[in-house]
């Protein structure tokens, strides 16, 4: 059995025959070989591929262009009746297996034509197997300035330890720092257990901020994602870039290099591998490298200690990585290989060498709890559930949360899909499911709820507060799972109710059966109101700040693509500020530019975010005003960290230019009227003048 | 460069109308779906104002920064707010880069409803957009900032969902 790839093949739409025909041209190239397809074939899949595949793959999803080098780095190597399965058994995204045969070796002619094969006396047909690589010339390391992708997959490197180093001083991590992070620290991906991507520094303050200076930059290979979290212990600094599995020490005051551990492998095509977290524990440093082989290295010299495999399917990728109670907890994403033991799961780790502790499978099978929700599909076709962002985690409780992404398998209508779009809590001593809450059941539009899970006290009452790309704040009971309560934080239609004693959502009826012509829209769009930009939850003054974005898509019908939500004004970019304890506003900002940097805050009051358009600010926790900006190199993108070395307060920035929709689609949408460099990973790091 | 005619202008002229009131609408029209590549065809933005009384709406409004003279302009209703659906009728739209753009619409009870929930939007084509270039839903008209201002408190974010089980208020000022 073959499982869905929703994420891969992106959802439906059309572009128009005029757009189709212009990249068609634009991307015709030098064939290598005949194409076991006929003319009339590629010609009747262009209309097919307008209407039913375009929106996703050329008008910037979290998906690759099918014309184009992303397209041949990625298909290369595999054949055409792979190409075929893969089209005919998991898209449109909104209804696969919807497409006939003879409409699904349409499609694949046009591509390949499209792509630069030439057309055949041969029919193509689903058994049809032919490396595409024989059929189409590669198209190198070309970039394309509108796909927001740029891959340098390709490009050799050396291997092993590069530059050889000691951290000089290095104090073994510990379950107790853990519990209290050291404000001079920022030892993990939110900073603390609670997710609150906080810090206690208060040397940073709304009057000084405006005299913050940059002190180095460190640039980061190039290509691939970057959304990293620069983490900061002991004055040593831990960056990472996916392109060639690179991990650094810096010195966290200087920016100077300590040691360098380039672990490779340099993969073909790497979409949807991203080191958003590493984790340190004892003296060890935790790597998620994009072949889904987890690294435990020595974080004073960056040697290894030990390796293993969490999946040894295909594409599958570590998706959130975290350290409790001792253990390595680490969730898989883009589990959807064609084999019944590849699903999604969250598991423990044993630090010293790696061993499984438990396992607790996000897809739920036939005869285990919640198995009965996937409808009439076979065990094999169910896939999704992705735990693809890092959990937080109760130490009293002993409760680590977790979400997961949307089901990417079977149409709406069928069942909840468990455990998909759900928050799920799991004893961190056995795995075993203590509750969870599916706040977006049955979810088929790419609207993952699997976002940061916020972890407030309020009084005796323990919350959890937890953000989906639907835009909705929820306000669950932590101990319990228990709804308590909800709140828009920017215009979604996707819901028409939502029961406000379960927090169930009632999806529009055109989703559910999507109207013959009808445009179908979907606000959000997958890009997310809210997406893996996380927020940050200000203790001082109980507020949670979002980064949130107002896109809308339209998937089918006569006018596909991203646009502007209804009521944002073109304000791409929100931030807003929430109370926690009755989710009551507080203040926003909007602007054009998305935010792509989780919110950072600290307790002086000054918080952080930085967005597509190059600008790193500061703001006044309390309202929301820029105290200080600055523009980078490109994108600020990835997780801000705050730390104190020598009794400095610096403030550290990821800067990148690739990643999924919420930096694709809106980089479709500048095309024409902004610009940023399709070049430029790197961490800046900033500091008050040394006088103050 | 995107001129950008929206919010301020809403804030000036709705500054002394109470917030949500029935009768007024507006809508910021920003450029219609699009991928790289036809971006260049579909820049370009406006604002226009409304208001229904009983069943007539007036529409007023400007648009600039089109990279093609405008050659057409209507109000629709869609299926949803954010979608599409069949034009009600004509508006007057200067086949230029820019300019104002008005009409005057009677309503049937059923648009009425549907302009109360967000369904009512203009389409406006151009020569190189001529199946759209510009577009927008009416909102009520409420207070909208400058970007990057801060606006305390509650703000405006458009709420469809069904309020029989309980509102959510907070974001709706």
Redesign the interface.
């Known amino acids: 059995m073959i499982k869905n790839t929703m994420r891969a093949f992106g959802a439906v739409a059309t572009l128009g025959a005029a757009a189709a025909a212009a990249i068609w041209a634009s991307h015709a190239i030098a064939q290598t070989g005949a194409g076991p397809f006929t003319e009339a074939q590629a010609q009747a899949g262009q209309p097919i591929y307008v209407n039913r595949c375009a929106v996703c793959h050329d008008a910037g999803g979290e998906t690759i262009r099918l014309v184009g080098p992303a397209f041949t780095q990625a298909w290369n190597s595999r054949s055409t009746a792979a190409l075929y399965t893969r089209i005919k058994t998991t898209m449109p995204f909104n209804n696969p297996g919807s497409l006939s045969e003879a409409e699904t070796t349409a499609v694949v002619a046009y591509i390949l034509k499209s792509n630069g094969a030439t057309a055949s006396a041969t029919a193509l047909t689903p058994t049809t197997d032919v490396t595409i690589a024989s059929l189409i010339a590669t198209h190198g390391n070309r970039r394309d300035p509108y796909a927001g992708y740029v891959s340098l997959s390709s490009m050799a490197a050396a291997t092993g330890i590069t530059f050889p180093g000691t951290v000089a001083k290095y104090t073994p991590v510990t379950e107790g720092m853990l519990l209290n992070p050291p404000a001079s620290d920022w030892l993990m991906h939110y900073q603390n257990y609670a997710g609150w991507s906080h810090s206690p520094l208060k040397q940073i303050t709304p009057q000084n901020v405006h005299n913050l200076q940059l002190r180095w930059v460190w640039s980061l290979e190039d290509g691939e994602r970057q959304q990293i979290t620069p983490l900061v212990h002991d004055g040593v600094m831990f960056v990472s870039t996916v392109v060639n599995n690179t991990v650094q020490a810096l010195n966290a005051a200087t920016g100077d290099l300590i040691w360098e551990n380039r672990l490779g492998p340099r993969l073909e095509n790497q979409v949807n591998a991203t080191a958003r977290a590493m984790a340190l524990y004892g003296n060890q440093l935790f790597y998620p490298a994009s072949d889904a082989t987890m690294y435990a290295l020595d974080a004073r010299t960056g040697k290894v200690n030990w390796k293993f495999k969490i999946s040894n399917y295909g594409r599958d990728k570590i998706g959130g990585v975290m350290i409790a109670d001792g253990k390595l907890i680490v969730g898989l994403g883009v589990c959807d290989e064609p084999s019944l033991e590849d699903r999604c799961f969250i598991a423990a780790y044993d630090v010293k060498d790696g061993h499984q502790i438990w396992k607790f499978n996000t897809v739920a099978y036939t005869g285990e709890p919640g198995g009965n929700t996937w409808g009439n599909m076979t065990n094999g076709e169910r896939s999704g559930a992705d735990a693809w962002i890092a959990g937080t985690y109760d130490p009293k409780l002993r409760l680590i949360y977790f979400g997961t992404g949307q089901a990417k398998a079977g149409k709406n209508g069928i069942g909840d899909k468990l455990f998909s779009n759900a928050t799920i809590a799991l004893d961190v001593d056995t795995g075993k499911l203590k509750w969870y809450n599916q706040s977006a059941p049955d979810e088929g539009l790419d609207l993952d709820e699997v976002y940061e899970k916020v972890l407030v006290d309020d009084g005796s009452q323990k919350l959890l507060l937890t953000a989906g790309k639907k835009g909705i704040l929820w306000k669950l009971d932590r101990v319990t799972g228990k709804f308590i309560d909800y709140v828009p934080t920017v215009f979604q239609n996707v819901f028409t109710h939502i029961d406000r004693k379960t927090g169930r959502g009632t999806y529009r009826a055109d989703i559910l059966k999507p109207e013959p012509g009808g445009s179908r829209p979907s606000c959000p769009a997958p890009s997310g109101g809210h997406n893996w930009p996380a927020s940050s939850y200000v203790p001082e003054d109980d507020l949670l700040i979002l980064p949130l974005m107002q896109i809308c898509v339209t998937s089918q019908g006569d006018m596909p693509g991203n646009f502007e939500a209804p009521g944002s004004d073109g304000n791409m970019g929100r931030l807003s500020a929430y109370r926690a304890k009755d989710l009551k506003p507080v203040w926003t900002v909007q602007q054009r530019a998305p935010f792509l940097t989780s919110a950072m805050t600290t307790a002086g009051g000054v918080g952080f975010v930085g967005d597509w358009d190059r600008i790193f600010r500061a703001f006044d926790v309390k309202t929301g005003k820029t105290l200080w900006k600055t523009r980078l190199g490109t994108t600020a993108q990835g997780f801000p960290t705050t730390f104190m070395v020598d009794g400095e307060q610096f403030v550290a920035v990821p800067t990148g230019y690739n990643g999924g929709s919420p930096q694709v689609r809106p980089s479709s949408m500048f095309a024409f009227e902004r610009n940023r460099p399709l070049v430029g990973h790197a961490v800046y790091v900033f500091a008050l003048p040394k006088t103050q | 460069?995107?001129s950008?005619l929206?919010?301020l202008a809403?804030a000036i002229i709705f500054a002394t109308a109470p917030a949500f009131a029935a009768d007024n609408y507006q809508?910021?029209i920003?450029?219609?779906?699009?991928?790289?590549?036809?971006?260049?065809n579909v820049?370009g933005?406006g604002t226009v104002l409304a208001t229904l009384d009983r069943t007539t709406f007036t529409i007023q409004g400007k648009f600039a920064g089109l990279s093609s003279p405008a050659t057409a302009a209507r109000l629709h209703m869609?299926?949803?707010?954010?979608?599409?659906?069949p034009a009600i009728g004509d508006l007057k739209v200067p086949q230029a880069k820019s300019g104002e753009i008005s009409g005057t619409f009677t309503l049937t009870p059923a648009q009425v409803a549907g302009l109360k929930v967000?369904k009512l939007y203009i389409m406006l084509d151009s020569q190189s957009a001529p199946?759209?270039n510009l577009?927008?839903?009416f909102?009520p008209a409420h207070v909208?900032?400058p970007?990057?201002?801060?606006?305390?408190?509650?703000?405006?974010?458009?709420?469809?969902?069904?309020q029989?089980?309980?509102p959510?208020k907070?974001?709706n000022s």
């Open positions: 460069m995107i950008r929206g919010p809403a809508t910021d920003g450029p219609t779906p699009k991928n790289g590549r036809q971006g260049a820049q933005r869609g299926n949803v707010m954010g979608g599409t659906g967000g199946k759209g577009w927008g839903w909102q909208t900032v970007e990057g201002v801060p606006q305390m408190g509650s703000w405006y974010i458009p709420n469809l969902l069904d029989g089980d309980g959510a907070k974001n």
